[in-house]
């Protein structure tokens, strides 16, 4: 009970902060939604070989997760065959056990709060799947394996998918692995993605650019710089003028300190300056 409510806790968290999830936050979905499925296995006392769906919170409706337990003699002589995922023959778990179980995941419409391509478009819900030690199913920790495929490839196919085969050469799948790092495969089959392990997948498309975008980066840039000039002429102008009208105040100035004598000459008064000679002395400093 108490491991349920944190697993509710830690959904309404994820819900909240989906934009900032890391590595460590999409570990601990996946350990949920493990135990969810392991739950599931328990609760049925499964066959071998039957697939259960596992019951999840209320606030992750829209997803889904399955699982099956198997013998590593069946995965070697006949494969797997669940919730489009095709595991051929001849594939052995890594390290061996007795038993495994195949713990699939369906994001549906989560899909995009989890997982992101930048610059690319999910096309298709992200679906997955992991592998874990089912030799003790009452153990309390889990043991996650990998798989040995001895080189053949493990086909993905997405029932859902909206791809036209015109699309076909433009969309990639999308491989997220159980390491946290994301490659991007070329699709050769239209719906089909093809892996070596385990992870979570999706077909993705280049983001469509918006036509006469560069337009208006050309249009904003011819503002910018005619803005630009137009401050640069209006400050060019203003210090010109500021200039002009300190010259002005200065003559002024100087026109109303200069005190002039007028006279009369004929019939027109002019204004004059008094004039004062020095008086001219000799040599011996007397006056002539």
């Not at 399955?66 to 890594?94: D, E, K, Y």
């Not at 995009?112 to 799947?129: L, N």
């Not at 036209?164 to 050469?169: E, R």
Request: with cysteine; charged share 15%.
């Amino acid at each position: 009970m108490t491991w349920n409510f944190m697993c509710l806790i830690l959904s309404l968290f994820l819900s909240q902060f989906v934009h900032s999830l890391n590595n460590n936050t999409t570990d601990s979905l996946d350990t949920c939604l493990q135990d969810f499925a392991f739950r599931t296995l328990i609760r049925h006392r499964p066959h071998t070989g039957n697939l259960y769906n596992a019951m999840l919170p209320a606030n992750l409706s829209g997803m889904s997760v399955s699982i099956v337990r198997l013998r590593s003699r069946r995965l070697w002589n006949r494969g797997a065959n669940f919730c489009n995922f095709h595991i051929p023959s001849r594939t052995i778990p890594v390290p061996h056990v007795k038993r495994l179980a195949l713990v699939y995941h369906d994001f549906g419409n989560w899909s995009s709060h989890y997982y992101t391509v930048p610059g690319y478009s999910m096309i298709t819900p992200v679906i997955g799947f992991k592998v874990f030690d089912a030799s003790n199913m009452m153990s309390k920790s889990v043991k996650k394996l990998s798989l040995n495929t001895m080189g053949k490839p493990i086909v993905i196919r997405f029932s859902n998918s909206t791809l036209s085969d015109g699309m076909v050469s433009k969309a990639r799948c999308a491989i997220f692995s159980s390491n946290g790092t994301l490659h991007l495969g070329e699709i050769t089959l239209a719906n089909v993605c093809f892996s070596q392990d385990q992870g979570h997948f999706s077909i993705v498309v280049p983001l469509k650019r918006k036509r006469g975008q560069w337009k208006l980066w050309a249009i904003g840039i011819v503002l910018g710089i005619g803005g630009f000039v137009l401050i640069g002429y209006v400050v060019i102008a203003s210090v010109k003028v500021m200039k002009a009208k300190k010259i002005q105040v200065m003559e002024k100035q100087a026109d109303e300190d200069l005190v002039l004598d007028t006279i009369w000459v004929g019939r027109s008064k002019m204004p004059s300056a008094t004039v004062t000679r020095t008086q001219p002395t000799l040599e011996d400093g007397g006056l002539p």
